[in-house]
């Protein structure tokens, strides 16, 4: 994990743990660990649905579901992925800078993303694994700033310990390779925000706006789940405004109330 300042290079797991024992300090945190199979907008708030347990009412609700990466199905990629083989420039790019780099995708954002990769390398091919859906003049903006084009079919990634040595395509020679980052999509890894009512924006990420409000009245999403820089740093501090932002709603619910 990159990005995050004080935790740089932390393990997940590690970078879970930690948080969750410093949250052991707080005598109204509760921690469970289960799954939520629905939630529903209700007069006071939502009812939620846990498997396996009693349902709960909440009078808000904050979701940090993310999103699911839609990983290539190569032979020998599950070992490299988040060692060499990534699917964020911004997150691992740095890590392997100057670096030979190969990006896997294809068609205009895959095209764009092989662009983009150039600040942290120079040598970069990109391997489109069939048709490579290229518009002339971004095929051309490709020649023109070195990035090479495979267009064979990626059979499968060869190295050790995690780390990428070569591709191997259905025809031609082998490519020599540090690093791959792929370009495939991401889908939402959740869909209680949807049966709930929020609304979503063109790219798929739920619509979100002042310390992430969402559209449906007491309902908050932070993370990758609503925005599109997908960082953890990012993730925590949105988290943060939408908690800042629950209390105040809490708050003045109850001073309403009182004042009745």
Known sequence: MHGYLTRDGIAPGEFRRVARADLGQ????????????????????????????????????????????????IEGLEPMYGI?????????????????????GCGEPAGKFALGMRQWSRDLVLCTNGPEGLAPDLREQLDANG??????????????????????????????????????????RSDLAARIGAQYNEKGTVDTHGAER??????????????????VIVAAAEGAAAAVAINTELTRRDLAASAR
Request: charged share 25%.
């Open 26 to 73: 707080y005598e109204s945190v509760e921690l469970r660990q289960g799954e939520i199979e629905s939630a529903s907008l209700v007069a006071d708030g939502f009812h939620v649905c846990p498997k396996g347990a009693a349902p709960e009412l909440a009078r808000t609700l904050l979701l940090c579901t993310g999103v699911v990466d839609d990983v290539p199905a």
């Open 147 to 188: 990035v090479q084009v495979r267009a064979e079919r990626v059979v499968s990634l060869e190295g050790e310990e995690g780390r990428l040595r070569r591709i191997h395509f259905e025809s031609g020679p082998p490519l020599e390779r540090s690093a791959l980052f792929f370009c495939t999509g991401q889908r939402q």
């Open 214 to 231: 969402t559209t449906v009245p007491g309902l908050w999403v932070a993370g990758d789940a609503s925005k599109d820089a997908q960082l």
């Open 84 to 104: 060499s083989v990534h699917h964020c420039p911004f997150c691992d790019g740095w890590e392997h800078r100057d670096e030979p780099i190969a990006v896997y």
